[in-house]
């Protein structure tokens, strides 16, 4: 049997397996014969989809790559090459390689509305603040960012009015981060992400919503493009969480563990910055910035300063 031969046998076979939804055996078929003929565009547009499908996202946009790489005029390498910089976060690499397939094909319908709705996801990801949440030295005097040395002209008469309540002993850490200061009973899987979202160092992105006035955040491990957790504080439906844009941690966290790190991941970012948020929601109020919903803005204003304080 010659060379192409073999790889069309190996593609027949993987196809089977894939109609089948047995990616698994699929990717590996697909894989020989990316190996007997790596200039195949179809070999590896199928393999990137059976990462895909198996959540394998760095092998995903690899295999996408491939695609694009042996065939520049084959226009699912480059949707999928696209959807694997998406699902990874790599929304500036994504709008590259749509302006790359619109050049090959210009009116594409999948690419002109993939191109539209990262444009979308770029401008609205401006308006997300950055922080690093850490493990304070010492214990805040109080929480939300505000420093014992500078409290403001609105806190000072506060702190004179309660001197007992401003002189509470205040942990470093939520107090939900004991829960998890054991770790021999978690599993390896999901050690690294509780040990940083409980006791450790996180990245978190946060933007207030003009919107609908609702707190959002984004909760990272320190090398990860793929937030853990996306938390989003909204009086009407209170506090929800997500993991599913993770898939390695979202199959692999229990129910308990991705709410309780939900929790610890809003309750360390206003405990660090919940004061400066309350303010920045409050002069959005006071400059019209949120008008339909101002009275459920104003209520989250409420709710931060009460966390933060």
């Not at 450790?200 to 990272?220: F, H, I």
């Not at 990860?224 to 941690?249: A, C, I, K, N, W």
Request: with cysteine; proline share 4%.
């Amino acid at each position: 049997m010659s060379t192409n031969n073999e790889a069309e046998a190996l593609k027949a076979e993987g196809n089977k397996l894939a109609k089948q939804q047995n990616w698994a055996a699929a990717a590996k078929k697909y894989e020989q014969a990316t190996a007997i003929d790596p200039s195949c565009a179809v070999y590896w547009s199928n393999l990137a989809l059976c990462y895909s499908k198996m959540n394998l996202l760095i092998e995903y946009k690899t295999a996408s790559a491939k695609t694009v790489e042996a065939d520049p005029s084959f226009v699912k390498g480059y949707v999928r090459l696209a959807n694997a910089h998406h699902r990874l976060f790599e929304f500036e690499d994504e709008k590259k390689t749509l302006e790359k397939g619109l050049e090959m094909h210009p009116n594409h319908t999948e690419l002109t509305k993939m191109m539209t709705n990262v444009m979308k996801e770029i401008t609205s990801r401006e308006k997300f603040q950055q922080v690093l949440l850490t493990v304070p030295d010492v214990k805040p005097i109080l929480l939300g960012g505000v420093s014992g040395e500078g409290l403001s002209d609105m806190v000072e008469p506060l702190a004179a009015a309660s001197p007992c309540f401003f002189g509470l002993k205040r942990s470093v850490l939520p107090p939900i981060s004991k829960k998890y200061k054991d770790l021999s009973k978690v599993s390896d899987g999901v050690k690294d992400i509780i040990e940083a979202f409980f006791n450790g160092d996180v990245k978190a992105q946060w933007v207030l919503s003009s919107d609908s006035g609702a707190l959002e955040v984004e909760g990272y491990l320190l090398n990860d493009s793929v937030p853990v957790m996306r938390v989003s504080l909204y009086p009407p439906t209170g506090f929800q969480y997500q993991t599913e844009q993770h898939p390695q941690y979202h199959n692999t966290l229990t129910l308990e563990d991705k709410r309780s790190i939900g929790v610890v991941l809003m309750h360390r970012l206003l405990r660090e910055h919940g004061f400066n948020m309350g303010k920045q929601l409050h002069e959005m109020v006071i400059f019209g910035l949120v008008t339909e919903l101002t009275k459920v803005s104003s209520r989250l204003c409420d709710i931060l300063f009460f966390l933060c304080t």
